[in-house]
């Protein structure tokens, strides 16, 4: 598959498919395809990882978009000013991004729930976000402009709450409270770091 990120507060990824070559999207994602697109809604991993993906802020449905008697374009918009990258997802390269963050992927990539307990309820991101794993390329959709870490083993960075878009499923998410008591009331940074 080949595809192209356009636009510029809006983006859109346009997809090039081959005959018979798939994608799974959320509900509403498509802006538009050629007429050989088929559509078909599906609950993809049946009622366990339909109810999954709603508790995880997307649809209890998904939509499989596959390219029918030759190849195929497509393309998805994001549904917020920001920017879309593309991920490529493998055993070992799995991503947990924020909630809303799955735009479309190759049929072969997975949706799943990602349970934060404790650092979710207090660090900005909710204790439910998703995780996308499987194999093949997927398409996340983030607000705001993207800022890129690369951790190294051991290493930190300290994360205002709520500004962390995704991670490597190889990390780890911790809260930690803001020291001091005038700096938890007065210094406009809330409670918690993550």
Known sequence: MKYEIKGGELPVVVCFMDAGEAMITEKGSMSWMSPNMKMETTSNGGVGKALGRMFAGEAIFQNRYTAEGGPGMIAFASSF???????EIAPGKEIVVQK????????????????????????????????????????????????????????????????????????????????GIKNMMFGGEGLFNT
């Open 81 to 87: 000013p920001g920017q879309i990258r593309p991920w």
């Open 100 to 179: 809303a963050g799955f735009l479309a992927a190759q049929e072969s990539v997975e949706l799943s729930i990602f349970f934060q307990l404790g650092s979710g309820l207090f660090g900005g991101e909710g204790f439910i976000m998703q995780k996308i794993s499987g194999h093949g390329l997927a398409f996340l959709e983030f607000d705001g402009s993207v800022i890129e870490y690369v951790l190294q083993p051991g290493q930190q960075i300290v994360v205002d709450t709520g500004y962390l878009a995704a991670m490597e499923a190889t990390c780890n998410m911790e809260i930690r409270t803001v020291p």
